[in-house]
């Protein structure tokens, strides 16, 4: 794998923290940079392949019969295959992006021979078409390393953008898509996320938040793709044919990680704007619709019909989906017990947050842990 990146750092973590439990594994390292020669590899017991290019995967697959590739482009008939979802990916972004109220939408990266920016487009394209809207497509393509250092597509890229509809809602397809994007749009003075709001892909952290501003991104933590690599490939190795369903594995990606690039609520109305910025910041607190109203002078009727007019829920309905979008956070990013996280999301009670939770997600509290947890759980040119 590819350690210069993020992803290829935090599949091997993954990969790390599954053979760290074995106890029996040997691991060899980035092969392709520590090895000038294919000939002196040694012989495995099995391979996982990510971000590396598509010739040395090949050469992998005749050196070894179990394999894992660890990219949602992979073909099971040739390799396993266990990757991050990109299609569902598009979709959570598409799907904050209309939380924040926008009503154009576009989509900047593609590059046709590379199929993951393909299907990060697909699904955020078909996510907004779904709720009645419309995805301009970016005629500049991903840039490459050059053009990231050099900004030679600027030019077009800011031409671009002054044409476009405004405000809008644009999903990049990696973060140094959105940083790149968001440093073309203080090249032309356009404000963000006021005028265009920013979102990106994989959260990596160090990229998002060196940014300016810093940058809103789909959350994929490949670290667990690795783990479930790892996984997969132990049953191999200890005799397990996959089934079809194990040979092509997507993980599902775990929500936006928002900043400042989509901290905005492209609504007319100030109060309105204000009101749910409120129940953004104290919903945990927690706080009530008459807290609301105590900070936004409006009548309670008037505000309960804006809010159904321009986000399609009601005040208190708003509380509830901060509070439980709050607790789905802790429950797969901490190990917190229940009523921990009842009192952090406000619920104060314990019984409160499993009936609330269970209301909106048909699962419970501990159900959904255990099923986006999965994988977790036990940790306490084209590529390939």
């Known amino acids: 794998m590819n350690t210069d990146s993020s992803y290829g750092r935090s599949i091997l973590q993954g990969v790390a923290r599954y053979a760290n439990l074995q106890r029996n594994w040997i691991l060899f390292k980035d092969l392709s940079k520590t090895l000038k020669s294919r000939g002196r590899w040694p012989e495995f017991d099995g391979l996982i392949f990510a971000g590396v290019s598509v010739d040395l995967f090949n050469y992998g697959v005749k050196r070894c019969k179990n394999v894992v590739r660890c990219s949602g482009t992979g073909d099971p008939a040739i390799s396993c295959v266990v990757a991050l979802d990109d299609e569902a990916a598009g979709a959570q972004a598409a799907e904050h992006l209309i939380n924040c109220r926008f009503e154009n939408f576009a989509y900047y990266g593609i590059l046709p021979e590379f199929l993951t920016t393909i299907k990060r487009f697909n699904g955020f394209r078909r996510a907004v078409e779904q709720r009645g809207f419309a995805c301009i497509e970016c005629p500049v393509p991903h840039p490459t390393a050059q053009q990231l250092i050099s900004h030679s597509h600027h030019p077009r890229l800011i031409s671009w953008l002054k044409e476009i509809p405004r405000p809008i809602g644009i999903m990049t397809f990696d973060d140094s898509d959105a940083d790149d994007l968001a440093g073309t749009c203080l090249e032309a003075g356009i404000a963000v996320p006021?005028?265009?709001?920013?979102?990106?892909?994989?959260?990596?952290?160090?990229?998002?938040?060196?940014?300016?501003?810093?940058?809103?991104?789909?959350?994929?933590?490949?670290?667990?793709?690795?783990?479930?690599?790892?996984?997969?490939?132990?049953?191999?190795?200890?005799?397990?044919?996959?089934?079809?369903?194990?040979?092509?594995?997507?993980?599902?990606?775990?929500?936006v990680m928002q900043r400042q690039s989509t901290d905005v609520l492209a609504v007319k109305d100030p109060n309105v704007a204000e009101a749910v910025r409120f129940i953004r910041d104290h919903a945990c607190d927690p706080c009530s619709v008459g807290d609301v109203l105590r900070h936004v002078p409006v009548g309670r009727r008037w505000l309960e019909r804006q809010f159904v007019q321009n986000l399609g829920r009601t005040p208190l309905e708003e509380i509830t989906r901060v509070r439980i979008e709050t607790a789905q956070r802790l429950l797969l990013h901490t190990d917190q017990r229940l009523p921990q996280i009842a009192e952090r999301c406000g619920f104060g009670a314990v019984q409160t947050l499993g009936r609330v939770f269970h209301q909106t997600t048909n699962l419970t509290p501990a159900a959904w842990r255990r099923a986006h947890r999965g994988v977790q759980s036990a940790n306490g040119g084209q590529s390939a």
């Not at 265009?196 to 940014?211: Q, R, S």
């Not at 997969?232 to 005799?239: A, K, Y």
């Open 194 to 255: 006021e005028q265009i709001a920013i979102v990106g892909t994989n959260n990596d952290e160090l990229l998002c938040e060196t940014a300016w501003p810093p940058l809103s991104s789909v959350v994929a933590d490949f670290a667990r793709v690795g783990y479930a690599a790892a996984q997969l490939l132990d049953r191999m190795i200890c005799g397990e044919t996959p089934s079809a369903q194990d040979r092509f594995l997507l993980l599902p990606p775990l929500g």
